[in-house]
């Protein structure tokens, strides 16, 4: 009975962590996002070579950073679903 109990409880810690880690993941994804669209950046046309493309007011390099950041993220995502 110890070891059935024991059992579960492991199991549940493991399945919580998992969902904790996926959460986190996304709430990084939407901060990204929200980076992005402050300037207004889209990604260009280039369809070999696309770049953040963002408004005047923009720092230079805003779009290539948060735009990378945001492709990293996006990769760790797909590792979850990949296990």
Known sequence: MK??????????????????????????????????SRYNCVLGPDVNNPQWICNEKAPNGWGTYYGNKLKLEKSYRKQFVNR
Do not use: H, M
């Open 3 to 36: 070891y059935l109990a024991i059992t579960f409880i492991v199991a549940g810690f493991v399945s919580t962590l998992s969902a904790t880690e996926n959460k986190i993941s996304k709430s990084r994804e939407q901060i990204y996002s929200n980076l992005l």
